[in-house]
């Protein structure tokens, strides 16, 4: 079975750094993208970043410039590079994962989050 696992979350100050991984692992034939997800309290859940095999990337037009989206192919993980950060990026972050376990059979894969908080 297909795993997708966040780490790197936490607490910081306005203006801080973190840096957010997500490895994939298991029975992979390939992944087609991974993005970035977060919900907020109270707020349906959004998309921050997102890096396709091509290796071209979308931001949410609230983290263009604070926020670098990249990847490890050998090591199936993502990685969210995240600066300057706000209150407002509190949240729980997740991982997605668009995963082919067979040429034929491609999914979405979703960790289960890690928080990030921004304290003012």
């Known amino acids: 079975q297909v795993q997708v696992v966040e780490s790197g979350g936490g607490l910081v100050q306005t203006g801080g750094s973190l840096r957010l991984s997500c490895a994939a692992s298991?029975?992979?034939?390939?992944?087609?993208?991974m993005g970035w997800y977060r919900q907020a309290p109270g707020k349906q859940r959004e998309l921050v970043a997102r890096i396709i095999s091509t290796g071209s990337s979308n931001y949410a037009d609230s983290v263009k410039g604070r926020f670098t989206i990249s990847r490890d192919n050998a090591k199936n993980t993502v990685y969210l590079q995240m600066n300057s950060l706000k209150p407002e990026d509190t949240a729980i972050y997740y991982c997605?994962?668009?995963?082919?376990?067979?040429?034929?059979?491609?999914?979405?894969?979703w960790g289960r989050g890690t928080q990030v908080t921004v304290s003012s």
């Open positions: 997605n994962a668009d995963i082919r376990t067979t040429i034929f059979s491609r999914r979405d894969y």
């Open positions: 298991g029975s992979i034939f390939s992944i087609d993208a």
